[in-house]
């Protein structure tokens, strides 16, 4: 899978992405957490890791050396797309120009962070408790930062410590109070050992759960930041995973899919069995109205003919006019120069929110000659092997949303194979079906036992600047 891949020759452009406060850095300049490294460059390693956000705090720094240390941090963030925000010092980021703020409880209000930073900029609010919490909403906050969840050296002047069960009482007055999509992270005492039971126990699922954590020495003072990032980045992802199923069952979001005959009825039982609402569809003409119904497109190219090539292209253009995620499956793309052609062709005319396939297929795609039969090749990690109504479900963060499909699909094989019943493939997949059922109504009812089955692994890698 290639996620978020973006044709430069797109003729389109997508909207910008909501904020993704998955794994939250929050700095410390201090000689005890920092040492003698420099902050930009262990902010640099953590954003290799998988840092989506970064909050600077330097409360008593001289003024010009924390906007120059600002500045260079954001000229940071900007490479990596992760928003930039100040803690508390508001002047500091009117001056760099950055993303956004994050203001205590003690420093300005939400309405004069707003008047002073100007439209469109991120204002967030530390809360520990829920009257705060829901001020807060009230306010016009966007997201909370809920804690201290543990103690921590790193700021000795928490007001209280609140635990994960604070936490989540704070989630479920929020969500009873119509604040349920307010985005949330918790802070204080979390790292990458913990992390993962900080959120699931902290979690008021289905109800609502935290976006993700805010860390400071977890990553700042850790040995190796991208390593630190990169766990930690596992962690949130997996406890999404409930979140992006449950979206699902709740939206009921339509699944386009223009595919061979050979898949139509499983895939149609596929995404019945998870909550989407399938239709299939190879006709183009019909897109332009399916498009606004709120799904996803899935193109499988199983079947290659001109007239076949015409209608992908037509519905491609269709979703990215409408500014949904289209799935992209470039089966035996390297078997033949037709199919080679093709699917260089679509990548050519439109954007993906996911492109799935196997190893053979995604190196023709990037340009690696590569021998293929059909459909073989398969990985021995599979990455988001089916992922539209996940992605339809869930369109601010394809890869969450893939990650999410690969896991379910993965334990409800799981689930099937164990089974008595299940003898072979006749059997397995009626079986699978169940099991796809099961796991989605038991998230729904807030039963997440299932989830300890998950193993998602972030991976560091290399981009290439050219590309």
């Avoid at 970064?54 to 963030?77: C, E, F, I, N, S």
């Avoid at 709740?250 to 909550?275: C, D, E, I, W, Y």
Wanted: proline content about 5%; glycine content about 10%.
């Amino acid at each position: 899978m290639l996620p978020l891949l973006t044709p430069k020759r797109a003729t389109t452009s997508p909207p910008p992405p909501p904020p993704n406060y998955g794994v939250y850095l929050v700095t410390d300049s201090t000689p005890a957490i920092l040492g003698s490294r420099d902050l930009v460059a262990v902010v640099e390693a953590a954003l290799r890791g998988g840092v989506t956000c970064v909050q600077y705090r330097d409360k008593h720094g001289a003024p010009a050396a924390v906007v120059a240390t600002a500045r260079r941090l954001h000229a940071l963030t900007q490479r990596y797309g992760v928003p930039l925000l100040i803690n508390d010092r508001v002047d500091v980021a009117v001056q760099v120009g950055c993303e956004g703020v994050h203001i205590g409880q003690d420093d300005m209000d939400v309405h004069q962070a707003r008047t002073l930073l100007g439209s469109g900029k991120i204002v967030g609010v530390t809360a520990s408790n829920v009257d705060e919490a829901i001020k807060a909403c009230q306010d016009g906050a966007d997201y909370l930062g809920i804690g201290t969840v543990y103690s921590t050296a790193t700021k000795k002047d928490t007001k209280s410590i609140i635990g994960p069960s604070g936490v989540r009482a704070i989630l479920k007055a929020m969500a009873a109070g119509g604040y349920g999509a307010v985005p949330t992270v918790c802070i204080g005492g979390v790292h990458t050992d913990n992390a993962a039971a900080v959120l699931a126990q902290s979690s008021a699922a289905p109800a609502k759960s935290l976006s993700g954590v805010a860390v400071v020495s977890a990553i700042i003072a850790a040995e190796d930041p991208a390593e630190a990032a990169r766990q930690l980045a596992g962690h949130v992802a997996v406890a999404a995973i409930p979140l992006v199923v449950g979206a699902v069952g709740r939206a009921t979001p339509l699944s386009h899919n223009m595919t061979n005959l050979v898949v139509q009825n499983f895939a149609a039982n596929v995404a019945l069995a998870v909550g989407a609402s399938p239709i299939m569809s190879n006709y183009a003409a019909e897109a332009g109205d399916l498009a606004k119904l709120g799904g996803a497109l899935v193109v499988n190219m199983g079947t290659v003919t001109p007239e076949g090539l015409a209608n992908y292209k037509q519905a491609i253009q269709a979703y990215n006019d409408a500014d949904r995620p289209i799935i992209l499956d470039p089966v035996g793309a390297g078997a033949t120069a037709i199919r080679r052609a093709a699917s260089a062709e679509m990548l050519a005319v439109g954007r993906f929110a996911v492109i799935k396939g196997n190893v053979a297929e995604l190196q023709t795609l990037l340009g690696q000659a590569v021998t293929q039969r059909g459909v073989d090749s398969t990985a021995e990690v599979d990455v988001a092997s089916r992922a539209r109504a996940m992605v339809a479900a869930w369109p601010a963060d394809a890869l969450l949303a893939a990650v999410a499909a690969a896991a379910v699909f993965g334990i409800a094989a799981q689930y099937a194979v164990d089974r008595d019943d299940v003898r072979g493939p006749g059997t397995f997949v009626p079986a699978f079906l169940d099991e796809l059922h099961a796991i989605t109504r038991a998230t729904a009812e807030g039963d997440l036992r299932w989830l300890v089955r998950a193993r998602v692994q972030g991976v560091l890698v290399e981009q290439d600047d050219e590309a």
